[in-house]
């Protein structure tokens, strides 16, 4: 059975960081891809950064480039979101994703979705 649990939301003020981690079991971790999504209230759910199972080639939504760092660590099957410089437009439920064959930017492109963590920015 494939788990993925994120951890590391909280509240924070505009400017800070945060880093969220999404530990994963019951999968063979480095060969899917890992993506991170967030929803804010009352919208819809949206694509942020992902990351293939190499690690090779990663991708960000132009509202995050600059500022959140996808990155993975295949030997603790865990995908990580580093997020610098905090906007209030970034609260959100922040959820990883994963998925073996695609690593594109739709939420119907991953089959496991974690639970998600709460991201709160306040200005």
Known sequence: QVQLVES???????????????????????????????????????????????????NYAESVKGRFTISRDNGRNTVYLQMNSLKPEDTAVYYCAADAVNWGTSAKSYRFWGQGTQVTVTS
């Open 8 to 58: 590391g939301g909280g509240l924070v003020q505009a400017g800070g960081s945060l880093r969220l981690s999404c530990a994963a079991s019951g999968l063979t971790f480095n060969r899917y891809a890992m993506g991170w999504f967030r929803q804010a209230p009352g919208k819809e759910r949206e694509f942020v950064s992902a990351i293939v199972g190499s690690a090779v080639n990663t």
